[in-house]
Structures are given as C-alpha cells and as structure tokens.
C-alpha cells in the first residue's frame, strides 16, 4: 500500500507558540489530503480537506485562522496550529487520497500544549 | 448528515474466540464502507473495504465484513482471534457511486485478546 509520513509523532510547545505538522504522501501523488483531529474515546473528526494548489476547505467548527492549512505540492500538506493552547492538545492525523475513493493514514501526531 | 455508529467500545475476548463488531450507518445513497485498523503506536491502516459487488468482503488478516443494505450495517467478523489483534477498530463511510465525498468515521472499537 501507499506510503504517508506525518512528521513529528509527537510535539510538546508552549501556551502562544505555533507548531507545525508535516503530511507526506511518500510514494504516490495526492490530490486530496484531509486532516483530522482525535480526542481521547472518540473517532476521528474531519477538520479539513485540502487541494494541492486551492484553500482548504474547512469543517463547520473549525476555525481557519487558527489551523492554518498549506497544500504547497502533490506530496506535502502542513497543518500549522498557530497561538495554540492547552485545548488545542490532541491527536491529528492526516491522510492523503489516491483516486476517488482510497485514503491512506499517516501515524499521527501527539501535541500537548503546556 | 451522515453518521456511523459503532456499537461497542471495548471488547475483551480469549484467544480463538470468534468477533463481529457492529456498525451501523446513516446515509442513504449509495455509499463506500471501510474498516480500518490501527495497532498501539501505528497509524491507521485499510483492513477491507466495499465498493459493490459481492456484499461479503474479505480482508487482510482472515477479516471479513458483511454488507446488509436493508440493515444500514456492515459488521465486522473473524473467525479466531489472535492476541495479535488487539487494536482499535474503526469504521467508516464515505459517499459511493463516483462522488469524492470524505470519510466519515465511527468512535471506534478498542478489542483486547487475552493470550
């Protein structure tokens, strides 16, 4: 199967700073990638979808401002949690779509904002 | 808006027990169905997924799923369970019949096989 790389598995940061998450599609090309976000016992709630080359678009709830989304190329997607707070500690994968209707999974990244 | 519904959250069972765990979605148009796995410390992974055809689906890992459209379901089902199985299952749907529609994901079943 195809292969995604989120990168870092995990961050740990500051009330008020940003941080930045890497989604790479490493061996096909993704027109579509979403991103997601876990809370403890819960499923995984689409945040948002990007396009390479177009905004995202965003889930109703999710403010753009704050998760700043990036689709520079085929192969990458950067999620960007800009002045995070501690309620903003969660788990995000992202996931990259190859064809209509088949999404692969990157392994997540564990923020906690302290 | 469509939803899935899992019905368990955590399932215990002995190794060689036989599992289904049950899910049930909301939309009523075609739809695409997906179970995914995800082991302790692994990203999500494709266990098997229905398109049309044939409604009983078989996976990796002996895993098969049955597809009730009357039902609105599509569980999943294993024969013998391996302590090795112990993961988090989630099932999901997306629009079928050609649209691009996103995934839409259950809460997810945690399953422990006890050795």
């Known amino acids: 199967g195809a292969v995604v790389s989120q990168h870092p598995s995990w961050v740990i940061c500051k009330s008020g700073t940003s941080v930045k998450i890497e989604c790479r599609s490493l061996d096909f090309q993704a027109t579509t990638m979403f991103w997601y976000r876990q809370f403890p016992k819960q499923s995984l709630m689409l945040m948002a979808t990007s396009n390479e080359g177009s905004k995202a678009t965003y889930e109703q709830g999710v403010e753009k401002d704050k998760f700043l989304i990036n689709h520079a190329s085929l192969t990458l997607s950067t999620l960007t949690v800009t002045s995070a707070h501690p309620e903003d500690s969660s788990f995000y994968i992202c996931?990259?779509?190859?064809?209509?209707?088949?999404?692969?999974f990157g392994q997540g990244t564990r923020l906690t904002v302290v | 808006a469509q939803s899935v519904s899992q019905h368990n959250h955590h399932v215990i069972l002995s190794e060689a027990a036989s599992l289904e765990l049950g899910c049930n979605y909301s939309y009523g148009g075609t739809v695409n169905l997906f179970w995914y796995v995800q082991y302790p410390g692994q990203h999500l992974q494709l266990l098997l997924k229905y398109f049309s055809g044939d409604p009983l689906v078989k996976g990796i890992k002996g895993f098969e799923a049955e597809f009730i459209k009357s039902k609105f379901s599509f569980n999943l089902r294993k024969p013998s369970v391996q302590w090795s199985d112990t993961a988090e299952y989630f099932c999901a749907v997306t629009k079928g019949g050609g649209s691009q529609g996103n995934l839409i994901f259950g809460k997810g079943t945690k399953l422990s096989v006890k050795p």
């Open positions: 996931s990259a779509r190859k064809g209509y209707t088949e999404a692969f």
